[in-house]
């Protein structure tokens, strides 16, 4: 495998950007991703949330942070996203 095939397959990888709304575990966040969906028949756009748990490594994130994650292998059962920056800080 050249490396030209494996960083084409890292830029394949999924990234969301939501906001933070649980730190209580240890290196583990919960993330809110926010999208807006048409309703089939009605026609309105309705908000749907997802919740993702991701991994901080440095346990830096707190509730109400804007954050990027990114897809990575499972790093448990419910884990399998990682935190790549805060995007903004809660005030």
């Known amino acids: 495998m050249s490396t030209e095939t494996i960083t084409t397959d890292r830029n394949m990888r999924k990234e969301r950007i939501g906001v933070v709304t649980s ?8 993330v809110a991703v926010e999208r ?11 908000k749907k949330t997802s919740k993702f748990m991701a991994h901080d490594e440095a346990d ?3 509730v109400g942070d804007t954050v990027r994650i990114m897809e990575t292998r499972p790093l448990s059962k419910s884990k399998c996203w990682r935190l790549v920056e805060v995007v ?3 005030k």
């Not at 807006?36 to 309705?46: A, I, L, N, R, S």
């Open 23 to 30: 730190n209580s575990m240890t290196k583990s966040i919960v």
């Open 36 to 46: 807006k969906e048409k309703h089939v028949k009605y026609g309105k756009f309705v």
């Open 60 to 62: 830096t994130c707190n």
């Open 88 to 90: 903004e800080r809660a």
